[in-house]
């Protein structure tokens, strides 16, 4: 029987008890029934307030009991979350002495949690900086510190190698004085990450370095050979063109000869030098208003006789409202003559397609595309058809001679114009360049 039925019987045998006294009392003269009776009503008051007390009482105790279910489930989901978490948790006293500790920080210094309890913490710190631990302990415990979060520090556990350990300490108050809270995380992981980081900055700072040294260099050696070639040309020129200079037909076939290699060679001088220029970001362009649909037609009759001499055909189609945009021309003309001759280059039945129109639903950009019906690109080779000096046919004696700079130099001028430049391929059906371009450049960018 607990202490509620026990107060429950006494209330119930004081009233009984009472009722007994009632009926006693009938018998006694006038004026003592009436003071007796008057006593025991206060008495009977009182017993019903008793019971409604006791009611109070039973609440209470069912509230506490509850509140007592209550905290007893938060303490074992304390529990469980402490002893399961995923980074080691442990609880010192004022002095570091290890009073509780999860099974992962059991893990962590290789002993078991029975062993943890009763140690002190600083004998699994590395000996060069116990020194600089209990240091950080005294702030704590005189106040000068409440937390200390992410405090970087090596730890030594009872087997294998020291590693580096991030800690979060708190200190939490109490009557008997205070508990040191701890988190540590092992974070040999990102040492390792940020170690490997710091290592491929400075990698790529010497690489920027060598593509600074290198683009110098091209720049150099491209001026410097371009007077030597200019000479060389203007003296085949003159040869060629010399009336008083009578060359028999061989002679005039190896000057011609070196005319046309020369021309070739300054080609690619000016191509490696332009290329050098905007890798170092020295290619500035000059905005004009250009008409987008002469520059086409107008390129395309310099290249006619590359068409005619394949026998092929080259067609311009153009579907823009308004042909003028903001651009600089011969940049442009640049792109169109590397796109229109490569796709002359690599077809030898058909032709050549060119067509310029808006981007659908959007007529602030424009869209030039060249379609040629040629050998086209396998698909491995698409990713990195514009990287500089790439070419689909590397063998020896490739049927196309080609230096692999035009596109390369044609995608660099149209990220220069703020736009892009994409290709679609299938062997032996053709390819399809795609410039898409602001129709208005911003000075500046």
């Avoid at 009182?46 to 409604?52: A, C, G, N, R």
């Avoid at 080259?314 to 229109?340: A, D, G, K």
Wanted: charged share 25%; proline share 2%.
């Amino acid at each position: 029987m607990n202490i509620d039925n026990q107060l429950l019987q006494q209330i119930e045998n004081v009233s009984s008890r009472l009722t007994q006294m009632h009926e006693c009392v009938q018998d006694l003269p006038a004026y003592k029934v009436e003071v007796i009776t008057e006593v025991l009503e206060q008495v009977n008051v009182s017993l019903e307030e008793l019971k409604v007390a006791r009611e109070q009482l039973t609440v209470q105790n069912e509230q506490l009991s509850i509140t007592r279910e209550q905290l007893e489930r938060e303490r074992q989901r304390y529990k469980e979350l402490f002893e399961f978490a995923p980074d080691a948790y442990l609880v010192t006293d004022d002095n570091g002495t290890i009073r509780e500790a999860n099974y992962t920080a059991a893990v962590l210094l290789c002993v078991s949690q029975r062993f943890l309890v009763g140690k002190p913490l600083s004998i699994f710190v590395a000996e060069t900086q116990r020194r600089d631990f209990r240091l950080r302990i005294n702030q704590l415990k005189v106040g000068e510190l409440e937390r200390l979060r992410e405090w970087e520090l090596r730890m030594q556990p009872r087997r294998g190698d020291s590693f580096e350990v991030a800690i979060t300490v708190s200190a939490v108050w109490n009557p008997e004085g205070f508990n040191l809270r701890w988190m540590l995380r092992d974070i040999t992981r990102r040492k390792q990450v940020e170690a490997q980081l710091g290592q491929m900055h400075l990698e790529n700072l010497r690489l920027q370095e060598i593509a600074h040294v290198k683009s110098q260099f091209l720049s150099a050696i491209s001026h410097e050979l371009r007077t030597p070639m200019n000479a060389i040309l203007g003296f085949s020129q003159l040869l060629l063109r010399h009336p008083h200079l009578s060359l028999e037909p061989k002679q005039v076939q190896m000057v011609e000869r070196i005319h046309d290699n020369g021309h070739n060679l300054l080609g690619l001088i000016n191509d490696v030098l332009d290329l050098s220029k905007v890798d170092a970001g020295r290619m500035d362009l000059r905005l004009e208003e250009v008409d987008v649909v002469d520059l086409v037609h107008k390129t395309t009759e310099e290249l006619q006789s590359l068409v005619i001499e394949k026998h092929l055909f080259l067609q311009v189609h153009t579907e823009l409202q308004n042909p003028i945009i903001s651009n600089n021309r011969s940049r442009l003309r640049q792109i169109l003559v590397n796109l229109v001759a490569n796709a002359i280059k690599f077809t030898e039945t058909g032709g050549v397609r060119i067509v310029v129109r808006e981007v659908e639903g959007d007529l602030e950009r424009l869209i030039i595309e060249v379609k040629d019906t040629g050998i086209g690109i396998p698909q491995e080779h698409i990713e990195r058809i514009f990287e500089a000096f790439e070419q689909v046919d590397r063998s020896a004696k490739r049927d196309y001679q080609s230096t692999g700079l035009g596109l390369a130099i044609s995608k660099s001028l149209v990220e220069l114009m703020q736009g892009t430049i994409t290709v679609t391929s299938q062997v032996g059906e053709g390819s399809t360049f795609c410039v898409e371009l602001p129709r208005q450049l911003k000075a500046g960018k």
